[in-house]
């Protein structure tokens, strides 16, 4: 599915504006931004769109996942939602909607791509099984047997037109009233009245189809003679709740339950077939899981993909699952398909081709591995995303003929598709963290060589600078002693310039390198530095803390001093304040900093664009050790820097 048109539901503005530019960037049509709950609904109606992107919290705590309700129920749109890292509850929460996907901030372009790409996916797969539904619906409806549905009280659910004519009652009439209210079933062989729970009961545990031979008395008091069949309806833990009832020809009905059931245990499968492939991060986790249910769904012995690494060149097989042991030393085995196998076997006009037996086709590679094995039947669908070929998935079975209906086919080409997307993902994923590790050793060895230079110079103004200073002062005590009058009271003068030139140094010194963060710890470090920039700025700093009492890695100390160090000095440059809120507290899994003023802010996107030197220090030093940098800030409402460092060196999620 190619999405046209996305309405973002934010009250955040600077996630709204961030968003907007890139999905923009994108190529996407995006319809004005919703900040308030109350004009949400009316904007969908007004414009349209084909995708909804919303905060998980918007309105409130709980009203968000109450309206993405409502937007599936009355107007059947997917929902994204969009969720800060640190929000780990957000997918439980979102589960009793089923959410289509999850946009974590801070944004990046590939995931916001793949994300909506695979939500736009899973959307047209639901809605191809819900058209499935209401045609099977209709095919009951069709067929020339009486249908009925009960619940486990015999409440008739369902009945189709077949049925009414047999009980003489109206759809309208007969829903939701008991069977035995509408009909009279009689036991041919002993003339005893059944009652429909009776005829659950009795029928519970005799398998999913079991014949009876019953009269239908209807309310005209005609009994008509039937021949029956009743199918135990059950729930997910497989306890039932229910039976399907159909009159007339048990051979008809029988083939039309097993459609049906098929079709809907089909619908069911891909469902838990791309909930469980979602859940995977990793291509061989995402492709083992992959197939596994669909060899159980398909009723096979053995599956696997093969994959070309460029065009042109031979498809190896990069995944293989089997139900059968010996086949096991199989699955890591360097098999391969020439392009012109792959051609002969599946034309390029063709999605799949099935094969009842392969040991016919002679020249079919492998072909004395299959006599060996006794592999019989074969399926091969392609994998191909966006006119983009990119492998086949085979389907073997062992010993046995396995005759594929034509809807089994259609749904393993839906399989292929499906992992054709997936493939997609996984490998946008893999490249996206690849870079980011490589651009985290960049940026480690970046910040160690800063590191580095500061500690030289730091040395460099004590040891040099400071000595001369020193001598400076001796040679003025020296003149001083012998000059007398205004003389000497310009050698006190130069004394005094040299002492305060020596604490500047001294200051600068340590600002740059302070040697107490590796003796004493963040905690007085930062104490220090406070009273530091009290005296230099006269701003002052209101602090909080908690957990700071043991020692941190020099990674997580340093990253942290200077952060907030970066985060003092835009305060003093820009808030126009007299007081700033500082706040380092720490768990067992995480270290969090907060810097908080009242001033006078500042446009953040503007900012960011420009690509200043503070802001983009902080956010590094953050992304270097795994950390989170979110600024909340505008013109006129202050700024409050925000920073989540996980102690595992794992980026927070």
């Not at 009203?63 to 800060?84: E, M």
């Not at 908690?546 to 000095?569: D, K």
């Not at 003023?597 to 953040?604: K, V």
């Not at 920073?643 to 980026?651: D, E, L, N, T």
């Amino acid at each position: 599915m190619t999405v046209s048109s996305i309405l973002i539901l934010e009250s955040d503005q600077n996630i709204a504006q961030d968003l907007c530019g890139r999905l923009f960037s994108l190529g996407f049509h995006l319809l004005p931004v919703v900040e308030h709950e109350q004009g949400a609904l009316a904007a969908i109606q007004a414009g349209k769109p084909e995708m909804i992107l919303m905060d998980l919290h918007f309105g409130g705590a709980h009203a968000g996942l109450q309206l993405a309700g409502q937007i599936r129920l009355d107007y059947n749109l997917p929902v994204v939602f969009i969720v800060p890292d640190n929000n780990a509850q957000a997918p439980s929460q979102a589960e009793m909607i089923e959410a289509y996907g999850f946009i974590f901030a801070p944004f990046n372009n590939t995931s916001i791509q793949a994300t909506l790409g695979l939500a736009g996916y899973y959307y047209q797969k639901e809605k191809t099984i819900r058209a499935d539904q209401y045609h099977l619906a209709a095919i009951i409806k069709s067929i020339g047997d009486g249908i009925v549905t009960i619940d486990e009280q015999g409440q008739i659910q369902f009945i189709n037109p077949i049925a009414v004519n047999l009980t003489g009652l109206s759809e309208s009439k007969a829903l939701g009233t008991s069977l035995d209210s509408v009909v009279t079933i009689i036991n041919k062989a002993t003339q005893q009245k059944i009652t429909a729970i009776d005829l659950i009961r009795s029928h519970r545990n005799t398998g999913p189809l079991s014949s009876f031979d019953v009269e239908l008395l209807g309310p005209n008091g005609v009994r008509i003679p039937v021949d029956g069949v009743v199918a135990p309806l059950r729930n997910r833990q497989g306890n039932p709740n229910g039976a399907v009832i159909a009159f007339r020809s048990l051979s008809e009905i029988q083939r039309s339950l097993e459609k049906i059931t098929a079709q809907a245990a089909r619908s069911e499968s891909l469902l838990r077939i791309i909930a469980q492939v979602n859940s995977k991060l990793k291509i061989e986790d995402m492709l083992a899981s992959f197939l596994r249910e669909s060899i159980d769904v398909l009723d096979a012995d053995a599956a696997a993909v093969f994959l070309a690494d460029s065009a042109g060149k031979p498809l190896r097989i990069v995944s293989a699952y089997t139900i059968h042991e010996r086949l096991s030393a199989y699955t890591s085995s360097g098999f391969e398909f020439k392009p012109e196998v792959i051609q002969a076997l599946l034309p390029q006009d063709q999605s799949i081709s099935y094969f009842p037996n392969i040991q016919e086709i002679t020249w079919m590679p492998y072909h004395a591995i299959y006599i060996q094995e006794d592999i019989r039947s074969m399926v091969l669908a392609r994998l191909q995303h966006e006119d983009q070929i990119q492998g086949v998935l085979v389907i073997i079975t062992i010993g046995r003929v396995r005759d594929y209906s034509r809807e089994e086919l259609q749904f393993t080409i839906g399989l292929a598709d499906y992992a054709s997307v997936a493939l997609s993902t996984g490998r946008l994923i893999e490249t996206l963290s690849a870079s980011r590790s490589r651009l985290q050793m960049v940026t480690r060895r970046l910040v160690e060589v800063q590191e580095a230079e500061r500690r030289a110079v730091a040395r460099e103004l004590h040891d040099q600078v400071g000595q001369v200073l020193t001598g400076l002062q001796f040679s003025l005590e020296t003149g001083k002693q012998s000059a007398e009058g205004n003389l000497r009271a310009l050698f006190e003068d130069s004394q005094q310039l040299v002492t305060g030139l020596m604490k500047q140094i001294r200051a600068l010194s340590l600002k740059l390198s302070p040697s107490m963060l590796e003796d004493m710890g963040l905690h007085r470090t930062l104490l220090w530095h406070f009273e530091q920039y009290t005296a230099q700025t006269g701003i002052q700093v209101n602090f909080l803390q908690s957990g700071l009492e043991r020692r941190f890695s020099s990674e997580v100390e340093i990253a942290a001093y200077r952060i907030i160090q970066e985060a003092l000095t835009n305060v003093a440059r820009y808030a126009k304040v007299d007081i700033v809120d500082v706040a380092v507290n720490a768990d067992d899994d995480v270290l969090r900093l907060q810097v908080k003023d009242l001033g006078c802010g500042f446009d953040l996107q503007r900012t960011f664009q420009r690509k200043t030197f503070g802001l983009t220090s902080m956010n590094e030093r953050a992304f270097l050790v795994g950390g989170q940098l979110i600024i909340k800030t505008a013109p006129g409402t202050g700024t409050e820097v925000l920073v989540v460092i996980p102690f595992s060196g794992k980026k927070t999620e």
